[in-house]
């Protein structure tokens, strides 16, 4: 039984592997076909329109990751400019907290214990912690981006001759002529979802006692958060990487405080599946600028990580007011939704 477990887990693996690169694949040519549809609607969109749909879409689809991937593939396709990519993507990490919201509050349907706000006290952590580094990340990379979004956008043409070919591409464009390419979106998007998932299994079924170990050690900081990063970015889902935790976390297991640099890890360890993406579609350019948006995370990062003992007290402060007070929770609640929407309406 032990030996059928171990050649299962490399061909789960391999599928979930095989499932992810032609959903990614098929992405990509039902966008570039979709494209001359859609671009009139995508190219007059603002940066902050483009900041708030992103931030939308991750609520919506409850997976930030898909939303960066869609926001590739159309950078690609040549429906999005390189500076709405960029705010797409950055508001694809504002709304992914959502997520673990929503593990939080299953892990309470199933418990039916304590009180609901205690169970998404996790979520609500990781909506401060990734805000307060992806609001300012934002406005740096912004800054950072400005000078250089001409050149980007006169290169992003010329990625049209790196994108890859083969069986998975041959395999993806048959799709999109066979359906159609808004029906192949739909199943790209939907086996986007189920490869993520796949990952998430995988990983948890290969879970030991090494990692078990590591959790206990949690409360030396640059532990949390190499740990956060990289399991982030092996898993290529913050959905896995914190929602793994948030049963532990409700139960007392984990330390809040010990968990702050663990969430700062996993927000950047996130971006790295957007860098796959970028490199499965063949757009540099698209990649180069998620990289603007990790630098500027990065060193936002950095910096509450060498003040890390005041960082996690002003976090701390404002988790404690938001758990204690039902105005201030149902004000931040409301911000959450009023902010991204007003950005999509400006």
Known sequence: MASARNVSLPVRLLVTVGAFLLAVRLLGAATATAAPAVAPLLRSASHANALGLGWLAAYALANGSVVAAVGLSLFAAGALGAGQLFFVVAGSRLGAAAVVVLVGAMDYAQRRRGRLREAVSLGLLAFLVTHTVYLPATALGALALA???????????LDAGTRPV?????????????????AAGALAVALLFAALRLFDQVLAGAESAATRRLLGRLE?????????????????SVAFSLGAVVPLFNRGYVERDDLVPYVLGANLGTLADSLLV???LGTPTGGALVLVLVAAAGAV??????????????????????LRDPRALAGFAVLLIVVPVALLAL
Request: no cysteine; aromatic share 6%.
């Open 220 to 236: 030396r900081v640059w532990v949390s958060f190499l740990a956060g990063l990289a399991v982030t970015a092996l898993a290529t």
């Open 301 to 322: 990062t950095v910096a509450a990580l060498v003040r890390v003992g005041g960082y996690r007290r002003a976090v701390a402060t404002a988790h404690d007011r938001l």
């Open 147 to 157: 000078p250089l979004e001409g050149r980007l956008a006169a290169r992003a043409p």
């Open 166 to 182: 083969g069986p998975l591409a041959a395999l993806a464009r048959a799709v999109v002529d066979a359906v159609g390419p808004f």
């Open 278 to 280: 970028a490199a499965v």
